[in-house]
């Protein structure tokens, strides 16, 4: 009896060991996620400082814009990092929301930093927002960012060739962004763990498996929900399509944004069912 009570207080030490241990690591992580903005930060300014410069010239241009594109995501990342941490430390993401140009950020400035986010150069990548969005919408800049950022670099690193699509349309409501890829897919078995931590969606793909499990926190700490279907519509006869739905509040300059028809406390979960394979082809 003795004998097993010694292993019984052993086993518990260790596990306050190892409790303390992770407990470190996170702190660690959280706080290294906060420094991490202050090399951010600067190389930000020495960017804008040396576009204000009288230096001109398209390989000049190109490299600040790849300097700006690669700060931006490094910047996405930390921000992860930080929500990352929140979440485990127990505590709620609270959005700030915006009056956010949906098509501007999706025509625009998504296309330019997709140019340097690793892919195959067989895939060709088209970005539509229907004409029925209005100009400005009331939502969090930079959790929409990530939310498509995270959908798109997923869709890359399944997708050798074909099609990738970004889209933003209306779905009962709200706002749907939408990334559709014609890559590997998705198997059966894994379509239970894709929104879960530490999930990756197929065994050659690099990562953490944190990136769907961050887009599905942040559309619900934005009151909408996630959603995934196969792509029956691709060539190869597999492929993903991926979706967040958030709350469509739309705005126009000078004006109080319109909740009249928002759902701010939306039920978390899966998003109505809508077959985008084929409103995709």
């Known amino acids: 009896l003795s004998a097993s009570t010694a292993m019984f207080i052993g086993l518990l030490k260790m596990n306050r060991d190892f409790d303390q241990t992770r407990k470190q690591q996170e702190r660690y992580v959280a706080a290294l996620s906060h420094d991490f903005g202050t090399p951010i930060s600067a190389l ?29 995501m490094m910047d996405s990342l930390k921000r992860k990092a930080i929500d990352i941490g929140k979440l485990k430390d127990g505590q709620a993401l609270i ?16 296309p330019a930093l997709a140019t340097y986010i690793p892919h195959s150069h067989d ?3 088209d970005y539509q927002v229907s004409a029925e969005i209005a100009p400005t919408v009331h939502t969090d800049y930079n959790w929409t960012f990530m ?9 890359f690193k399944h997708t050798r060739s074909g099609r990738v699509s970004v889209v933003a349309r209306l779905v009962n409501g709200f706002v749907r962004l939408l990334v559709a890829d014609t890559g590997v897919g998705v198997s059966e078995a894994m379509e ?7 999930k990756q969606a197929s065994r050659w793909q690099s990562g953490t498996g944190l990136g769907l499990f961050h887009v599905k926190e942040l559309a619900h700490a934005l ?3 996630v ?11 597999h492929g993903s399509i991926f979706w967040a739905d958030l709350p469509y509040i739309p705005t126009s300059a000078g004006t109080t944004p319109n909740y009249a028809n928002a759902d701010l406390d939306a039920p978390q979960g899966s998003s ?6 084929s409103w995709l082809a």
């Open 44 to 72: 930000q300014m020495a960017t804008q400082q040396i576009k204000g410069l009288s230096i001109s010239g398209p390989s000049v241009r190109s490299l600040l814009a790849g300097m700006t594109a690669a700060l931006e």
């Open 95 to 110: 959005p700030e929301r915006s009056c956010v140009d949906l098509h501007e950020l999706i025509t625009t400035k998504l």
């Open 123 to 125: 895939v060709k990548v």
């Open 147 to 155: 939310i498509l950022i995270n959908f798109l670099s997923n869709a």
């Open 192 to 198: 239970q763990q894709l929104w879960k931590a530490f």
């Open 223 to 225: 009151g909408g929900s």
């Open 227 to 237: 959603g995934f279907q196969q792509n029956v519509q691709s060539e190869t006869g």
């Open 272 to 277: 109505a069912a809508v077959d985008e394979s």
